[in-house]
């Protein structure tokens, strides 16, 4: 009887990230009796959080005409998603992040209305 080639559980889970690595750090972390599909549920959602960062990251970059990603490109995707991840990430420093770009609507000049006198013609007055 031949033996089956042996699957990673990643492969089984249909998973890029490494599902043995989270489960090995779950155990030394929580030293605590974890089920086995624990790991495969936190690495399906890691995997999703990274591939909704790089996406919307891409977004940005291709709107800053520039081939690759960086910390900026990262930090502006996440400021400006109002969604969960804003709020997952609230307190997530990027280094070399900056700031979002914004200016006070009462920082910025305002517009001077030009008011044109009238004047009036000669011939009417006559």
Request: hydrophobic share 35%.
């Amino acid at each position: 009887m031949p033996h089956s080639k042996s699957r990673s559980q990643s492969s089984r889970a249909d998973l890029v990230f490494p599902v043995s690595r989270v489960r090995r750090h779950l155990h030394r972390d929580f030293r605590a009796r974890i089920s086995q599909t624990a790991p495969v549920y936190m690495a399906s959602v890691l995997e999703y959080l990274v591939s909704e960062v790089v996406e919307g990251s891409a977004v940005v970059c291709n709107q800053a005409k520039t081939k690759r990603i960086t910390p900026r490109h990262i930090t502006i995707f996440i400021q400006q998603d109002h969604n969960e991840l804003d709020q997952l990430l609230s307190s997530v420093r990027l280094q070399n992040g900056g700031v979002v770009p914004s200016m006070h609507a009462h920082l910025l000049a305002k517009k001077r209305v030009r008011r044109v006198k009238k004047v009036a013609d000669d011939s009417e007055s006559e």
